[in-house]
């Protein structure tokens, strides 16, 4: 059993439909997990179909749409970092660092999971992938935690190979298509309740991917 | 967030002239543009919470609008507006969608920071 996860992720919404289904599974299992959400998606241009959202209420949406998908996967301690979403490159590294290395200290968390620093097509992605790798280095290697990182550009496989770690989440599809649809301003996707286990939905989402990080 | 009444916005813009006012102008493809579709940039840009102070400003067109405003060494300039929140009395909000509904273009006035 994972004793403790942490989650270092830039905006509400990415741990959707790349981490949602690993997570819910874990909480089942009795891991504790933390989510720290480092900004609020302001930036997003996506307002919802058809559009409820304008640039200015974005934010307090998101955080509630963010609240809503932790309530559906089973997170009840989500960290809000408040960061400015599109800036998280552009931010002091030494700061950032000692945050993060806060957290790590305070939840002495047995796995990370993030971005991979490289292969995740967001700026912010990427520079959060960046930032936790940053701070993980810094520690000593017997008490650095297990890094998992999702990527996901047309290249990741040939440049990383496959991922080493793959997690089985068909039976955590309800949480999963829940914290998809909490995302309501970001994503639409029309499922109901007897959709949910379809053989469609397994194929599409029943299985998460992860590579290990080395720190070698 | 409604379609773009020409000469109510007309009306904030007028009321908004000379005083220090901050801004917010962006125009974005989305940050996931080549990664769909390989032909096309990503690209993005944004000011969030500039100061300016434009001595003439006006709203353009027949929809969707172009809004300049005169400001003491230059310009400030956005294309492609649709919508505006009406419900907002003290700042102005204006944004142009796609027909997805995502949003393009985005600029905002207001005498305090976002």
């Known amino acids: 059993m994972e004793r403790q996860i942490l989650v270092v992720l830039p905006h509400p919404d ?20 933390t989510y720290a959400c480092l900004t609020l998606g302001e930036m997003a241009r996506n307002m919802g179909n058809p559009v ?30 408040g960061y400015h979403d599109k800036t998280i490159e552009f931010e002091d590294h030494e700061a950032m660092s000692k945050r993060l290395g806060e957290l790590i200290t305070e939840l002495n968390p047995s796995l990370v999971i993030t971005f991979h620093p490289l292969y995740s097509v967001h700026p912010d992605h990427d520079a959060t992938g960046a930032a936790v790798i940053r701070t993980l280095a810094k520690m000593p290697k017997e008490q650095r935690p297990t890094l998992h990182c999702m990527a996901f550009t047309k290249d990741c496989e040939q440049m990383l190979g496959l991922p080493d770690v793959k997690v089985d989440v068909t039976a ?4 999963k298509i829940g914290s998809i649809q909490a995302h309501r301003s970001q994503w639409q996707l ?7 286990e379809s053989d469609a939905m397994k194929e599409r989402f029943g299985t998460e991917r992860f590579w290990t990080y080395s720190f070698e | 967030m409604q379609p773009i009444d020409q ?17 917010h102008l962006e125009m974005t493809t989305g940050a996931y543009a080549s990664h769909n579709d390989d032909s096309k940039l990503t690209a993005s840009t944004f000011i969030r919470n500039g100061i300016i102070r434009y001595t003439l400003g006006s ?12 400001i003491n060494e230059g310009w400030v300039y956005s294309q492609g507006l649709t919508h ?24 905002q006035l207001s005498k305090e920071p976002f």
């Open chain 1, 14 to 33: 990415d741990e959707c439909f790349g981490l949602s289904g690993t997570l819910a599974k874990r909480i089942s299992e009795g891991t504790q997990v």
């Open chain 1, 52 to 81: 409820f959202a304008n640039r200015v209420t974005l934010p307090q949406i998101r955080k509630l749409e963010l609240m809503e998908s932790c309530k559906s996967i089973g997170i009840t301690d989500v960290r809000m970092m």
């Open chain 1, 172 to 175: 955590f599809l309800k949480h």
């Open chain 1, 190 to 196: 029309p499922v109901d309740s007897n959709m949910v």
């Open chain 2, 7 to 23: 000469a109510s916005v007309q009306l904030v813009i007028d009321r908004l002239k000379d005083q220090e006012l901050y801004i």
């Open chain 2, 59 to 70: 709203i353009e067109g027949s929809g969707p609008f172009r809004v300049g405003l005169k």
């Open chain 2, 84 to 107: 505006w929140d009406e419900s907002d009395s003290e700042r102005l909000i204006l944004a142009g969608h796609d027909n997805e509904g995502k949003l393009v273009v985005s600029l």
